[in-house]
């Protein structure tokens, strides 16, 4: 274990005490307020990484715990709004209100089903799910997943890769692997990324049977019939400006088809695969504008404006696990 720096101590520190005065809502209160603004908080899992250990637990974006403390912040202090909200304030139709919050999770894993939505529905929160549609129901990891067991399984002390060998010997070294081959797969075109990480897995030899790890359309239908909002994040999840623009396209187009097809209904929004700068363009985006789609979510960590932003490029939100509760109100202050 690593120790944090003595400052950094301190920060966290005073950013709790800041909390707990009750500083963050001051400022925020003497801020202006605009009907065209909403915080967009991305999760991914809300899980303990011991109930599935073959799921990369970086990928964990808050504890049970920890994902109550944040959905009654947004309850108590913030309004939260539903992407209906969102999409009537992107066509000028009506205001959001002030200190929006949509609260918005990525992937379509399990516990969405088991952990978040009875979180989310005990404090009366409308979440959105954006699924690769590919994924939903099958017992196919994605490769982020298979890339952590090839690391974090592995019975070797060091892996070869087209990127370099890596000493995985203790877990500080796994995950500085992991991290290093993540970001070598992302600059890599898709297919020749999937066969990289396919080989790793193979040769790893993980100790893991097939899991399913995905909501199925049966649990989504019910998910939308009560109230969650199911959208499309492509259908096998490429990093769109690392596939050619038909199969982009295609990634875009079945993804709605599919969630219309299953669910009975679909809502003109999008969220990148990744979601960073370089994993969409003014192609891509035209593409989606063919689509019908009316706004779409990129991972740009700052609070959204639709009066600023592209509708197409809408800032998110990360949460992550390092992420303390006065850190996440910090990222929610008008400031
Ligand atoms: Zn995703």
Known sequence: MTRKPWYKNLKHGLMGLAE???????????????GQKVYVLAYHRVDRPENRPWLDPAHISASPEAFRAHMRLIANQYHPVGITDVLAAARGEAPLPPDAVLVTVDDGYRDFAEVIYPIVQEYGIQPT????????????????????????????????????????????????????????????????????????????????????????WDELRALSQQGVSIAAHTHTHPILTRVDLDRAYQEMHLSQEMI???????????????????????????????????IAFTMMNEQADLERHKLLQLPRIGVWRSMTVPQLHWRLTRF
């Open 260 to 294: 219309a097809r299953h669910i009975g209904t679909v809502l003109p929004v999008f969220a990148y695969p990744d979601g960073k700068i370089e994993t969409f363009n003014q192609a891509i985006e035209d593409a989606l504008h063919l689509e019908g789609i009316e």
């Open 20 to 34: 707990q005065a009750g500083l963050f809502r001051l400022v925020s209160r003497r801020l202006p307020r605009t």
């Open 129 to 216: 799910l954006f699924i690769p549609t590919a994924f939903i129901g099958g017992r196919e990891l994605f490769w982020w997943d298979k890339l952590y067991q090839a690391v974090f399984w592995s019975r070797k002390e060091s892996i070869s890769t087209p990127a370099g060998t890596y000493l995985v010997d203790t877990p500080e070294r796994k995950r500085a692997a992991v991290e290093a081959l993540l970001r070598f797969v992302k600059s890599q075109e898709n297919e020749t990324a999937l066969a990289l990480v396919d080989g790793l897995y193979e040769q790893a030899e993980p100790p893991f049977g097939a899991h399913r790890s995905t909501l199925t």
